[in-house]
């Protein structure tokens, strides 16, 4: 079993629809969690970030993280063409040295 | 804020030259960078791990003899893949510790690597 899980998707909604992406894990040692996206051929981008559970809202993105879970989740609000992309979950422990384990990624598509 | 750079995007050589990349954090200091490469569809590999001024931790499986970290300021880190060949060719990605302390990572736009 993988410590990071990530639907693989393909996911496809609505312009203007919300897109919910989720990571289950299993290494309650997980402290800080981060969610990217990445679109073909080039870097992740940092879309948010957190270390704490609950909510943490920046524009059309809404991060949730539910440790007694282990569960996060990112919505993205008002979905657009442009955000058509990879999005990758992936969590750090700091004593681990900020390791990144990431989740496989989840391929989304928003159809205009 | 908080933005990578590498440098070449994109590289041709022959097999048994080196390649050097070049990762800048251009707006803040990075005291730790980490090298990543990605084959197609797949997710991303953790390499090394570089502190400025300390020698490189690999990840197991990864040669250090032929993959050369350096990274000798807070702000450049540099990978030389040795002697390389075509099994070498791959996307390689470095990302600079962000500076919150909540553990995030900041990517640079990625080196795509052919070897021929």
């Known amino acids: 079993q993988k410590e990071v899980e990530q639907d693989p998707g393909p996911l496809s909604v609505p312009e203007g629809a919300i897109v919910s992406l989720n990571c289950t894990y299993s290494?309650?040692?997980?402290?800080?969690f981060m969610w990217y996206r990445q679109y073909s051929r080039k870097g992740p981008e940092l879309l948010m970030y957190t270390y704490s559970s609950g909510n943490k809202e920046d524009g059309r993105f809404t991060a949730q993280v539910d440790k007694s879970s282990k569960y996060i989740s990112l919505f993205i609000r008002d979905s657009q063409p442009s955000d058509s992309a990879t999005y990758l979950c992936a969590m750090a422990i700091k004593a681990a040295g900020n390791k990144l384990t990431f989740g496989g990624g989840t391929r989304v598509l928003v159809k205009p | 804020g908080a933005v990578v750079s590498q440098h070449p995007s994109w590289v041709i050589c022959k097999s048994g030259t080196s390649v050097k990349i070049e990762c800048r954090s251009l707006d803040f200091q990075a005291t730790t960078m980490f090298w990543y490469r990605q084959f197609p569809k797949q997710s991303l590999m953790l390499m090394a791990t570089?502190?400025?001024?300390?020698?490189?931790?690999?990840e197991q499986g990864v040669e250090k003899d032929k993959f050369l970290i350096n990274h000798a300021s807070l702000t450049l880190s540099t990978l030389t893949v040795t002697s390389a060949h075509p099994e070498d060719s791959s996307f390689y990605i470095c990302?600079?510790?962000?500076?919150?302390?909540?553990?995030?990572?900041?990517f640079g736009p990625g080196t795509r690597l052919t070897v021929t």
């Open positions: 570089s502190n400025e001024g300390s020698k490189a931790t690999y």
């Open positions: 290494n309650s040692a997980f402290q800080y």
């Open positions: 990302s600079a510790d962000g500076t919150s302390g909540a553990g995030e990572q900041y």
